[in-house]
């Protein structure tokens, strides 16, 4: 997956299936701006069942592509629900090239080929 892409975009491009989340673009903003200035806090306030989450893992996603070497802690509310989210990140990292390197792809923890990699709890 090519770098310079914007985060709307990149959903598209990696999951074809999902259409662009324009409803979430202030959420998609704040996503891309804390890839890239230290410090940043936000907050989404959006219902239930809107892709928040799923929004959020394709932003991890673009993060990596756009920087491999990036380290990535995703909190949630419960073990099952990090598990769930965990593949879910797993599959999408893979798909856009910068998924686990042999010997470190466990569900809630992983590392890629660059140093880079995720963390789910």
């Not at 959420?27 to 936000?42: F, I, N, S």
Request: net charge negative; glycine share 8%; charged share 25%.
């Amino acid at each position: 997956m090519e770098k310079g892409i914007p985060l709307l975009s990149f959903i598209k491009k990696l999951s074809p299936e999902l259409d662009e989340p324009e409803h979430l673009t202030d959420y998609c903003d704040l996503l891309q701006r804390a890839a890239w200035t230290p410090g940043v806090r936000g907050l989404c306030d959006v219902p239930i069942r809107h892709y928040k989450t799923e929004t959020t893992l394709h932003a991890i996603v673009w993060m990596l592509v756009e920087d491999p070497t990036r380290e990535i802690i995703f909190l949630t509310h419960t073990l099952e629900a990090a598990q769930a989210r965990g593949k879910r990140l797993r599959q999408l990292a893979e798909a856009a090239g910068v998924g686990p390197a042999k010997g470190t792809n466990t569900i809630t923890h992983w590392m890629n080929d660059h140093g880079g990699g995720v963390v789910v709890m």
